[in-house]
């Protein structure tokens, strides 16, 4: 089995900055893709950013340029630093890992629970 924990979220102002932290435990043998996603209240859960097993990143436009993805491969854990934040930027962060597990035979998706980011003045 394989956990992820989430953290860094909270109450930000506009213009402010949030570093969400996404750490996974267990059983793991290797982990390929990282990456964050989001969902707004009443609205899908949307992919913001991707890092791949050799550190390749891409953005969603809305992001490009405010946030930055980044990874610690020997600590299993995966960044999303995130600057110049907006009020549309208020959501739920999910960090989605793909991960092969020791007894694994293909890689799965292992969900993060979900950190609120809220930017409000």
């Known amino acids: 089995q394989v956990q992820l924990v989430e953290s860094g979220g909270g109450l930000v102002q506009p213009g402010g900055s949030l570093r969400l932290s996404c750490v996974a435990s267990?059983?793991?043998?290797?982990?390929?893709?990282m990456a964050w996603y989001r969902q707004a209240p009443g609205k899908q859960r949307e992919l913001l950013a991707v890092?791949?097993?050799?550190?390749?990143?891409s953005y969603v436009d809305s992001v490009k340029g405010r946030f930055t993805l980044s990874r610690d491969s020997a600590a299993n854990t995966v960044y999303l630093q995130m600057n110049s934040l907006k009020p549309e930027d208020t959501a739920v962060y999910y960090c989605?890992?793909?991960?092969?597990?020791?007894?694994?035979?293909?890689?799965?998706?292992?969900w993060g629970q979900g950190t609120q980011v809220t930017v409000s003045s």
């Open positions: 989605k890992l793909v991960v092969l597990t020791t007894m694994g035979r293909k890689p799965n998706d292992y």
């Open positions: 890092i791949t097993a050799v550190g390749t990143t």
């Open positions: 267990g059983s793991i043998f290797s982990i390929y893709d």
